[in-house]
């Protein structure tokens, strides 16, 4: 679990590999005999390749595992799988699983086991996401802050999480993110996807951990109208909405879910002037987010989160080698 000082100290990072210009030579020989392997069990755009693209600006070796055609289908186990790649000298393993948990038990079973490999996760079923929070957290700092990107750019302000919160890996880790910096939360939903226990999820360590690193944090309040959760809110995340809930009678339809919490330009404007919106992706467009909203770069940071990805995975990479 992390504090407020290990956050900045990953924004300040994820800033200065940002800084490198985007043309002419862009390797820094930090991981330079270093390999990384992308471990991904579950499918992946955005945060297999800017992990894998992180590695290499870092001048580090990449394996990737494709579970369609690898020895997972003869039957080799997930331990067995990593403990291969280690044996090639994989000494950092990004990891997703649908499994909540896969990736720390992974980690614990690697060490226990007397291997010196660290274990990143790269999202791990309903219970987290963290580099994605870490680079929404890095994506509105530079937005309210671009001078300073840190956690006190989030301080006293406040964020709509908008959608399915009960599935969603990436609302729990910017739950522990976002009010870590400070910042109040509105969550907003229909009950069967927000249920109202959510309004005490701050009050539950982790599994593993005793005590909150972080001597106050922001608060948590639960909004089934949208109208009322956008209301002067400083920014937005609005969540993808997978299609099956509407299948399990979980909602009554897309369409009559976009009219109740689909974000749109005029549902922007309950909000603090020039809120910007933010979406992990990937988007089902005209469900969680307009088209319009999406192809509108003023408001919708979606693509600014996308290329933020990179440099906050280099900061994790690097800072986790170091501990090597
Ligand atoms: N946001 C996110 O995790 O996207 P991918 O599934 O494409 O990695």
């Avoid at 755009?45 to 992180?54: G, I, K, N, P």
């Avoid at 990736?103 to 987290?128: C, F, I, T, Y």
């Avoid at 879910?257 to 002037?273: F, N, Q, S």
């Amino acid at each position: 679990m992390l504090g407020q000082q290990d956050f900045d100290l990953v924004l300040e990072l994820a800033e200065r590999f940002q800084a490198i210009p985007s043309r002419g030579p862009r390797r820094l020989p930090a991981l330079q005999g270093r390999l990384v392997a992308t471990l991904f069990f579950e499918p992946s755009t955005r945060t297999r390749s800017s992990f894998e693209l992180a590695a290499r600006r870092l001048s580090a070796d990449v394996a990737s595992f494709a579970p369609a055609s690898s020895a997972l289908v003869k039957g080799e186990s997930l331990l067995d799988t990593a403990l291969t790649y280690a044996a090639m000298g994989a000494e950092l393993l990004v990891v997703r699983h649908s499994g909540s948990g896969v990736p720390a038990a992974l980690a614990q079973a690697l060490e226990a086991m007397g291997h010196k490999v660290a274990v990143l996760n790269a999202g791990d079923g309903l219970h987290s996401h963290p580099s994605q929070a870490l680079l929404d957290l890095f994506t509105l700092a530079r937005h309210f802050a671009p001078r300073q990107p840190a956690m006190q750019a989030l301080a006293g302000r406040t964020v709509a999480i908008v959608g399915d919160i009960l599935h969603s890996r990436v609302a729990r880790s910017n739950l522990w993110a976002l009010s870590a910096a400070g910042a109040t939360i509105h969550l907003c939903g229909p009950s069967a996807l927000l249920p109202d226990c959510f309004a005490d999820f701050l009050a539950a360590m982790p599994p593993g951990c005793d005590t909150d690193p972080v001597p106050q944090r922001g608060e948590v309040r639960l909004f089934r109208n949208l109208e009322d959760a956008l209301t002067g809110v400083d920014a937005v995340i609005t969540l993808r909405l997978q299609k099956e809930r509407a299948q399990r009678h979980l909602i009554p339809n897309l369409e009559d879910y976009h009219r109740a919490y689909g974000i749109t330009h005029g549902r922007l404007e309950r909000c603090r002037a020039g809120a910007p919106v933010l979406h992990p992706g990937p988007v089902n467009r005209d469900v969680e987010l307009s088209s319009q909203l999406l192809a509108d770069p003023q408001r919708c940071l979606v693509n600014r989160q996308v290329s933020h990805g990179i440099p906050i995975r280099m900061a994790l990479l690097y800072l986790l080698a170091t501990t090597l």
